[in-house]
């Protein structure tokens, strides 16, 4: 599995070491903390237990290896988006909410390159902030809009933006210094080797089958530990009971090959802004380190009953659609392959809301339902269970997403037909300029 994802991946094919897989667990064990799952919220809250207590006995469950999952195959956008729409969580706990959170998300983004540095994790951090270009009039009202609902967005005019993001048919646009561009496998696997720097063990090839009070069981043994915490975002739904906390939604990318220099004096990106358009059906792209582009977006089908594989990383039809999107923007683009292409799962929650918590009663926590918004905010889900593992009452346990616990999913059929629906009236949408 490591071998085939490499070889799709451009993040798994350039990251800074070989994948050499870690012991698998071979028995039964008793920690302080158990963490399923070694992407970006499971080695966030590992790493700041053990900064904060160095004698905790943490251990991190990883059916795969570490950042196989999304933190090994995002965008690489370091954002200070929060997945909760802010509409739906003033209306649950008002403004002043909306603004504590944005805020923290702010202020969270420097705090991944403050860690990437400390570690001596290169991967590849340059914060040029995010360019959204409106291509459409229809995209236009929705880059105005934004900007009223966000005070950290700037509105840019038809000119400014092309200077940012020199992209075809630009309207205007929207701009905030709020992301990093990163490489996110670099990130993950450098954050892996930090925990254990730090005394983590981090145990690889081990599936986990069932959570329960003080346990995490495998095929091989059952650790056990006073706190457990669930960290497996989209692969949630293979837990026994979790079926229908979250769905998996598929994003996929494609990358070019590293791009000359004039191609970039008019794709402008000087800073290594990341870039989106305001169409409906989500795209995302960056200016890696290198000189490529790689870009991405929605447009994979739900598949049935929550249902996870490495077969659905694979959409010839959804990656052909995204070179068509990316050389709609770029034209000079035209005669130039994709180099590499891949995707996977991001976790959706039924009322698009993330959350963090830990039941006192269990001992279970979690945290997840990024909606693909989640390298900036596992960082916070980390450092926000670390507060509520060990006691300690914070500003960021006083946030509102804290405790939040999303309805679950209707049954299927109904998932299967509502979710490929939105995305099919959404594709319509933007087809028809709307």
Not at 39 to 62: D, F, H, K, M, N
Not at 339 to 359: E, F, N, Q, R, Y
Not at 387 to 393: P, Q, S
Request: net charge neutral; hydrophobic share 45%.
């Amino acid at each position: 599995m490591a071998t085939s994802l490499k070889a799709g991946s451009l993040w798994m094919s350039t990251v800074d070491d070989d994948l050499t897989p870690r012991p698998a667990l071979d028995g039964s064990l008793v920690a302080d903390v158990a963490i399923v799952g070694a992407g970006y919220t499971g080695l966030w809250t590992a790493y700041y237990l053990a900064a904060a207590e160095p004698s905790l006995r943490i251990v991190v469950l990883e059916k795969e290896f570490a950042g196989y999952g999304a933190s090994g195959r995002n965008g690489g956008w370091c954002s200070a988006l929060f997945p909760t729409p802010e509409r739906l969580m003033a209306r649950r706990h008002g403004k002043q909410a909306v603004v504590a959170m944005r805020q923290t998300m702010n202020s969270t983004v420097d705090e991944v390159g403050r860690v990437a540095a400390a570690e001596g994790i290169d991967c590849h951090w340059s914060k040029g902030g995010t360019v959204a270009v409106a291509r459409t009039p229809a995209q236009l009202r929705r880059a105005r809009a934004a900007v009223e609902e966000d005070e950290d967005l700037v509105l840019l005019g038809a000119e400014e933006a092309v200077k940012r993001c020199g992209a075809t048919n630009v309207l205007g646009g929207v701009y905030t210094p709020h992301c990093a561009a990163i490489h996110p496998a670099r990130l993950v696997r450098g954050l892996a080797r930090a925990v254990e720097r730090r005394g983590v063990t981090i145990y690889e090839g081990t599936p986990v089958v069932g959570l329960r009070k003080g346990a995490a069981d495998t095929p091989v043994g059952t650790v056990r530990a006073p706190v457990v915490v669930r960290a497996t975002e989209a692969y949630t739904p293979a837990l026994p009971g979790a079926r229908r906390a979250i769905a998996p939604v598929y994003s996929l990318m494609i990358s070019t090959p590293p791009l000359p220099d004039d191609f970039w004096a008019t794709a402008g990106l000087a800073e290594r802004e990341t870039f989106a358009d305001f169409r409906r059906l989500i795209i995302y792209g960056q200016r890696t380190a290198d000189g490529r582009l790689a870009f991405g977006g929605r447009g994979a089908p739900y598949h049935f009953g929550s249902k996870t594989s490495a077969e659905y990383d694979n959409e010839p039809r959804v990656f052909a659609a995204l070179h068509r999107a990316l050389v709609e923007l770029f034209p000079a683009l035209a005669g130039v392959p994709a180099t590499h292409s891949w995707g996977g799962p991001v976790g959706v929650t039924s009322d698009w809301s993330a959350s963090v918590g830990l039941d006192r009663d269990t001992g279970l926590a979690w945290a997840g339902g990024y909606v693909g918004d989640g390298v900036g905010t596992t960082n916070l889900a980390g450092r926000t269970l670390a507060d509520l593992i060990l006691g300690v009452e914070s500003e960021l346990t006083s946030l509102p997403w804290v405790g939040h616990k999303s309805p679950r999913w209707p049954p299927e059929p109904l998932r299967w037909m509502g979710i490929n629906a939105v995305r099919k009236l959404v594709t319509w949408a933007d087809a028809a300029r709307l």
